[in-house]
C-alpha cells in the first residue's frame, strides 16, 4: 500500500489518500504514522508553551474523538477539547487548525 499526496498547504499535508497495488483507494479508519506526526506538529506549533503531557492529552482527545486524517481537525470543534484544556486554549488550537487546514 502506498500513499498518495494530495494537497499540501503552508508545508503541512491535509489530505493522505491510501491506495493499493491496482490503485483502487483503501478505506481506512486507523491513523497511520505520518497523520500523527502531522497532527502532534500542528497542535504544538499553535500552543508552542504547553508541555509533552498536555500536547498527550490533546492529541488522545483528539483521536478519541473520532480524528484518524491530518484533514479531520477542520472538524474538530472547541467542545471536542472541554476538559482537557481551558477554551481559549481550545479556540487557539481550532484557530489554528482552520487556518492551516481549511
Given at each position: 500500500?502506498?500513499?498518495?499526496?494530495?494537497?499540501?498547504n503552508?508545508?503541512?499535508?491535509?489530505?493522505?489518500?491510501?491506495?493499493?497495488?491496482?490503485?483502487?483507494?483503501?478505506?481506512?479508519?486507523?491513523?497511520?504514522e505520518?497523520?500523527?506526526?502531522?497532527?502532534?506538529?500542528?497542535?504544538?506549533?499553535?500552543?508552542?508553551?504547553?508541555?509533552?503531557?498536555?500536547?498527550?492529552?490533546?492529541?488522545?482527545?483528539?483521536?478519541?474523538?473520532?480524528?484518524?486524517?491530518?484533514?479531520?481537525?477542520?472538524?474538530?470543534?472547541?467542545?471536542?477539547?472541554?476538559?482537557?484544556?481551558?477554551?481559549?486554549?481550545?479556540?487557539?488550537?481550532?484557530?489554528?487548525?482552520?487556518?492551516?487546514?481549511?
Amino acid at each position: 500500500m502506498d500513499y498518495v499526496h494530495r494537497v499540501e498547504n503552508r508545508g503541512v499535508p491535509t489530505l493522505w489518500i491510501p491506495r493499493s497495488q491496482d490503485g483502487k483507494v483503501i478505506k481506512t479508519n486507523k491513523m497511520d504514522e505520518e497523520d500523527e506526526r502531522v497532527i502532534k506538529q500542528l497542535c504544538k506549533r499553535a500552543l508552542p508553551n504547553a508541555t509533552a503531557e498536555l500536547l498527550t492529552s490533546i492529541f488522545t482527545q483528539l483521536k478519541e474523538k473520532g480524528v484518524v486524517f491530518v484533514r479531520d481537525l477542520i472538524y474538530v470543534r472547541e467542545t471536542d477539547l472541554a476538559g482537557v484544556v481551558p477554551p481559549i486554549t481550545a479556540r487557539k488550537l481550532v484557530d489554528h487548525f482552520k487556518q492551516i487546514i481549511g
